[in-house]
């Protein structure tokens, strides 16, 4: 498997304009995550998905933000109007979903990771 | 709200010695603890799971040990090489997916 995709991966654009990060999960994973990662707030949890469907947005920052999976393969993360502090490394990645508190050693709901996506806003 | 504490951005230690790292939560009472590896300009990278019902995990040279009641993980590299040099985030896993990571220690090894 070639792991998980994203694209693209550097995006500079001005402020006010819309951006679209794009997600392909690892085949199989039925959980799926967005993150944003920047110096000042690390790693943050923004949405995530299970089989497709969310499950805890509370991390989106803004009405500005929106999050889909129209299938098991596929997600995007949509900014629009983007604004400066959007500015950010976006990481999306996948996992199975565990069985809470059941989950055998062979299991361990560990998260793999894209390379992630760079945003720039100007 | 959730908090996780990774009390120190950055550690720098002499190459063979120990590492220790150490991921403080408050407020949780999280079912797993994950250690990920992060290089510059790559996604983080799984290391070692823990659960709540166990003190201490062992991989190669890495160890790692979970207090819940101190609320405390601790991440070991013993005999630390430069390539060990990398940014550690501690991550807790709630219910059956949701994980939320600490800011992470930037750990330099320098021979």
């Known amino acids: 498997d070639a792991g998980v995709i994203q694209s693209p991966r550097h995006e500079v654009t001005e402020m006010g304009q819309e951006v679209t990060l794009r997600c392909k999960p690892i085949s199989g994973h039925n959980s799926l995550f967005w993150y944003r990662q920047t110096m000042m707030r690390g790693l943050e949890l923004l949405i995530y998905?299970?089989?497709?469907?969310?499950?805890?947005d509370s991390g989106m920052p803004e009405d500005r933000f929106s999050a889909k999976m129209p299938n098991a393969s596929f997600s995007t993360l949509k900014i629009q109007p983007s604004e400066p502090r959007d500015s950010a490394v976006y990481f999306c990645?996948?996992?199975?979903?565990?069985?809470?508190?059941?989950?055998?050693?062979?299991?361990?709901?560990?998260?793999?990771f894209g390379e992630g996506s760079r945003l720039t806003v100007l | 709200s959730q908090k996780i504490e990774q009390n120190s951005e950055a550690l720098n230690i002499q190459e063979g010695k120990t590492a220790t790292l150490t991921c403080n939560y408050t407020n949780y009472s999280p079912a797993y603890l994950q250690w990920y590896r992060q290089d510059p300009g790559r996604g983080p990278v799984f290391l070692l799971l823990i659960r709540e019902n166990e003190k201490e995990k062992r991989k190669e040279r890495l160890k790692v040990t979970f207090d819940t009641t101190l609320k405390q993980s601790l991440f070991h590299i013993t005999a630390s090489q430069p390539a060990d040099s990398a940014t550690y985030l501690c991550?807790?896993?709630?219910?059956?997916?949701?994980?939320?990571f600490g800011s992470g220690t930037r750990l330099s090894i320098r021979p």
């Open positions: 998905f299970n089989n497709n469907v969310p499950i805890d």
């Open positions: 990645a996948s996992s199975f979903r565990v069985a809470f508190r059941t989950s055998g050693e062979a299991n361990t709901g560990e998260l793999f």
């Open positions: 991550a807790l896993r709630f219910g059956a997916s949701k994980i939320i």
